[in-house]
């Protein structure tokens, strides 16, 4: 306590979490050369969870110290007690680094940030006005908004206009606050997202009728938990025709390196090497939903990213989805499958290539070589590690 001569405790926001009203507190402390550090924290109970470091949002002059220097203790008295700790190289953030995106490199000792997300669920169609000229003009099949899927006109369900859904890519213990904004006509909706306990938070674990009501037509709802189990997920509509219909997305919880058991087996881990299988088909979730029930249906394709064509098609000229990779390096495919109407098992590989599996659902498995990864609907998300060597 040597450097600091004041601090404040002040409360600025009421929570309601899991049922427990929680507050979140901003504590400032100012050290005797004048500068001010701010932490945010909620208090749920008895018990603390650090939630974000604030800085550009104030009108003083930005801390110093950098953020993973300070370490907060809280007692049950509400007693604060500021200490400055060295950070380990590679362990922390640069102190340049504004922290604007949860899409960040996770650093063991770096706070954990609260991650606002928008995602609005509305009707959609495949090659829309916003592909242009697509495919005669293969670059307008990749402009913004353009969903192209197997090259069949259709209409369908979308999350920010984007088959899969948007990415989501946080740190372990992140805090992310989800609005949910419903715009489809006649359907109630909820948003699962798979792989995370809500140990803390159970009643945002997205199951309608069970841990909530689902979000009526024209009304928004916002998720609030903790990204608390790293690994490849996904989100997803908790309705099957909602999700054949495109209401889904991955879900990647990522870990410091030094917390990863699996970090020595890979070389590149980012977005660019997420695959997102989906099972689709030209007609509605509906209707996939109802035929599913007859031996005889089946889906007319799987989608990769959300692109693909019909087998044996040769006049669809819709786009494929392509990942570029280097010369032996060490490539970690996330691979998460929503599993489909019918909720077969998928076989995905890489030809002339072997894949080592290294995580089912976010656990890490003992490593084994295969050629081709099985995914049934009860494992929805596998990590392997492709290496180019040709």
Known sequence: ????????????????????????????????????????????????????????SLSYSD??????????????????ELNTTSALANYATEADVDFASCERPCKMMDWPMICRIKLTFEVYQTYSRSCGNCPRNSTDCFKKYCITADGFQRGLLTANRQLPGPLIQVCENDIMLVDVV??????ELAVHWRGQPQKETPVMDGVPMITQCPVPSYTTFQYKFRASRPGTHLWHAHTGSQIVDGLFGALIVRQADGKDPLRYLYDVDDKNYVVVVSDWSHGSGVQRIVSSRSSASSSDMLLINGRG?????????????????????????????????????ISVKVDGHVLTIIALDGNPVEPRDVTAVSISPDIHATDSVKISDD
């Open 309 to 345: 064509q019909g087998v044996g098609d040769s006049d669809n000229l819709a786009p494929l989805t392509a990942f570029s990779v280097d010369q032996n390096v060490r490539y970690r495919l996330r691979i998460a499958y929503t599993g489909g109407s019918r909720g077969c098992p």
């Open 182 to 187: 419903n715009r489809i006509p006649g359907q």
């Open 63 to 80: 801390p110093k110290v950098h953020p993973t220097e300070i370490r907060t203790l809280i007692s049950p008295s509400s007693e604060v």
């Open 1 to 56: 306590m040597s450097d600091y001569d004041d601090s404040s405790i002040s409360y600025i926001e009421n929570w309601e979490v899991g049922g427990q009203l929680s507050r979140a507190l901003s504590i400032e402390s100012k050290n005797k050369r004048k500068e001010r550090d701010v932490v945010v924290v909620v208090v749920v109970g008895m018990t603390t969870y650090f939630l974000n470091w604030y800085r550009t």
